[in-house]
C-alpha cells in the first residue's frame, strides 16, 4: 500500500491563506485583529518561535504587538502587563510564550489572561468549555492534527473509529482526546503507565503520537491501514529531527501518516492565527 504523506506545510498553508482573505474583509469593515506577543528571558527554542508568530501575523495581516522581557522580571510585573492588555481594547488576543523562567508560576500567568483573548486555549475557562462541548478557544496544536485528518485524509470518517491518543499533557493529550470525542471517535488515551500498549495501538484505526520519545512506536504495533499523526518533534544526536514514530519502517503499512519535520510542526502556528482571528470577530 502506498501511503498518504499529509503535507502540514501545503495545509498550513491554505489555512493561512484563508485567515489573509477574511482578515481583509474584516479589515474593510474598519476591524484590524492584534495579538500581543510576550517572551520572558533569552530562551533560543522560544525566540525562534516567537518570531515565527510575529511572521505569521505579518503575512495573515494581523498587527503583532511585542514584549521581549529580561530574565529577571518579576512575576508581579508580568502579571501587571497581562492586566494592561486585557483591558486594551485593540488587543485581540494575548500569547506568554512558555516556558517561563522559574521563579515564574506558569499556571498563575495563565489564569491572569482573559479567556476571551487566551488563544492558546491555555485558560481553565477554555479547557473547560472544551471538555462540555461549548465554544472557546482550542489549544494550538490538537486543532491542528484534527485539521490535518479532515483535510489531509479528505475520505477519513472518524465516527465510531477507533482513535488512540498516546501522551496525557494538558496541552496535546488531554485536549486530542476531548476533540477526537467530539468527531465522534471512540477514544483511548494510552501513556507510560498502559498496561499492553501494543494491543491497544494494534486495535487502532487512528494513533495520535504525542509522547516526546524519537522513534518509540514500530511498524509491529500499527495496524495495516491505519491513519498516523505524529506530535513528537525530537532531536536526534546527529542534529536531525525525528518524530516519536518510527517512520522509515511505519510508513509501508498505513494509510496515511504525517512526516517529522513538515506535518503537525507547521499547523500549529495556522491555528494560532485561527484562534486569533476569531478572537477578533468576537470583539467586533
Ligand atoms: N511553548 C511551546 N509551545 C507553545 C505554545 O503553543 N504556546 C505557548 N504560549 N508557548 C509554547
Known sequence: ????????????????????????????????????????????????????????????????????????????KLLELIDELNKRADVDGILVQMPLPKHIDEKTVIDRIDPSKDVDGFHPMNVGALCIGERGFVSCTPAGVIQLLKRGVPDLDLTGKRCTVVGRSNIVGKPMALLLLRENATVTVAHSKTADLDQVLLESDVIIAAVGRPKMIKAHQVKEGAVIIDVGINRMDDGKLCGDVDYENVVSKVKAITPVPGGVGPMTIAMLMNNCYEAALMRE
Open 1 to 76: 500500500m502506498s501511503a498518504v504523506i499529509i503535507d502540514g506545510k501545503a495545509i498550513s498553508q491554505q489555512i493561512k491563506d484563508e485567515i489573509r482573505e477574511k482578515t481583509a474583509l474584516l479589515k474593510e469593515k474598519g476591524k484590524e485583529v492584534t495579538l500581543a506577543v510576550i517572551i520572558v528571558g533569552e530562551d533560543p527554542a522560544s525566540k525562534v518561535y516567537v518570531r515565527n508568530k510575529k511572521k505569521a501575523c505579518e503575512y495573515v495581516g494581523f498587527n503583532s504587538l511585542s514584549y521581549e522581557l529580561p530574565e529577571d522580571t518579576t512575576q508581579d
